[in-house]
């Protein structure tokens, strides 16, 4: 399908203001989004607890409609409030399996709950050249600590970004799911910073858990995440939440049943106390929204971008930190470097004239969804020209 995009940008009010270029950090949110919160609100103002059996429908309608987004069945979905809570509910069921592998890269919220449930149990593999980590050096890490003869040594579970928040690196997960199949090891990845802008398909590239927000490339604002497992791993390894509410039973409007658990047997076991409508349907309208564009269509707009966007910052001699080489670990995000001025200097300078972007580490990261254009990034490109 032939995409409108300048039509498409109409969607976006905040083009008339700033060239946004910082949907790694926090994205805004389509005008169909916003319609659909405010009428959730409205309905609440005016009909208060009478809306609670239709929402508890939308509830289910978007937990289908995400689980069709990546390719998973609706059972393995659980809504969360952010990517760290899930990624502490998955660490929960899997740090006391065995060893877990994390690397250096990641945004805190894939490594840390995993050290805090289970120090002794992490291993860091190394990273190359400071932006990336590819499967060869997962490989050797693990017939390393392999070779040590020691059941204690036993890998059971890799962490990963599916794109690095730092570098924008974009790990090849089929490649990497195909060997964590072979040595049977849970692969868990944080689809943060894909999820909305990338291809992400659970089943296909063989993921069996994830975690997620919605803030970013995803367009639904704050407070909304969820998590997939996969089903098998609900049912053979009878994994359990570390927290339990009565909207993990079988029967959620049983309020008799106060001493006795009988936990649901897919993943809505995870999800604790009254849930956050308003959030959800937030994400339902997101998820609506970017499937009618089509996520090939997306990822094929914002790699265009992200090409463009290269070539000028090379032109400029610019410093690039993301692996750019091989075309297939380019993402949404690129990261260079000024050799002659702080990366801070250089956001606030752009931020003066409304050109939107972040400071990671040494570099400026830039993060072009589909709604941007090359007038966007031309309008960056004049002003670090004039720096
Ligand atoms: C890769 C990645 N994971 C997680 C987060 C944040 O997650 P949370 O939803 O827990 O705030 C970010 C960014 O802020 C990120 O870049």
Redesign the pocket.
Same mark, same amino acid.
């Not at 794109?163 to 730092?166: E, R």
């Given at each position: 399908m032939k995409c409108d995009w300048i039509k498409i940008r109409n969607d976006f009010p905040i083009t008339k203001k700033y060239s946004y270029l910082d949907n =790694? =950090?926090i994205s805004p949110i389509p005008i169909p989004v916003y319609i659909e919160a405010c009428k959730f609100y409205k309905n609440l103002m005016d009909h208060g607890g009478k809306i609670w059996t239709k929402y508890i429908k939308v509830k289910e309608e978007t937990r289908k409609r995400y689980a069709e987004f990546i390719g998973s069945n609706d059972s393995e979905i659980a809504f969360t409030?952010? @990517? %760290? *809570? #899930?990624?502490n509910i998955i660490s929960h069921m899997l740090s006391n399996k065995g060893i877990v592998i994390l690397n250096g890269l *990641? &945004?805190? +919220?894939?490594n840390l709950p995993w050290i805090n449930n289970n120090p002794k149990n992490v291993r860091f593999v190394k990273c190359r050249d400071n932006n990336r980590i590819e499967l060869e050096d997962i490989v050797d890490l693990i017939y390393d600590l392999e070779s040590k003869v020691d059941d204690n040594n036993i890998v059971k579970t890799i962490v990963t %970004?599916h794109?690095? &928040? %730092?570098t924008g690196y974009r790990i090849d997960l089929d490649k990497l799911s195909n060997f964590t199949k072979q040595k049977k090891i849970f692969l868990v990845i944080?689809s @943060?910073?894909s999820l909305g802008s990338l291809y992400f398909n659970v089943k296909e590239q063989g993921v069996d858990f994830a +975690?997620?927000?919605g803030?970013?490339w995803m367009l639904s604002s704050f407070g909304i #995440?969820a998590i997939y497992i996969n089903k098998k791993y609900l049912d053979e390894y009878q994994l359990k939440p570390s927290f339990f509410s009565h909207f993990g039973q079988k029967q959620i409007d049983n309020y008799e049943n106060n001493k006795q658990i009988e936990m649901s047997d897919n993943a809505t076991r995870f999800e604790i106390g009254t849930p956050h409508f308003q959030n959800i349907i937030s994400l339902n309208a997101a998820v609506k929204y970017l499937s009618n564009i089509g996520i090939k269509n997306i990822e094929h707009r914002i790699l265009q971008l992200t090409d463009y966007i290269i070539e000028k910052l090379e032109s400029l001699n610019f410093e690039i930190i993301s692996p750019i080489k091989n075309k297939n670990q380019r993402s949404g995000i690129i990261v260079f470097r000024s050799k002659k001025l702080h990366p801070l200097t250089i956001v606030k300078k752009l931020e003066n004239e409304n050109v939107i972007v972040s400071q990671r580490g040494k570099g400026i990261r830039i993060s072009p969804h589909f709604y941007n254009s090359e007038e966007d990034l031309d309008k960056l490109i004049l002003l670090l020209e004039k720096l």
């Open positions: =790694a =950090a409030h952010s @990517t %760290s *809570e #899930g990624m *990641e &945004f805190p +919220a894939s %970004s794109v690095q &928040f %730092s944080n @943060t910073q +975690a997620t927000n803030h970013k #995440g």
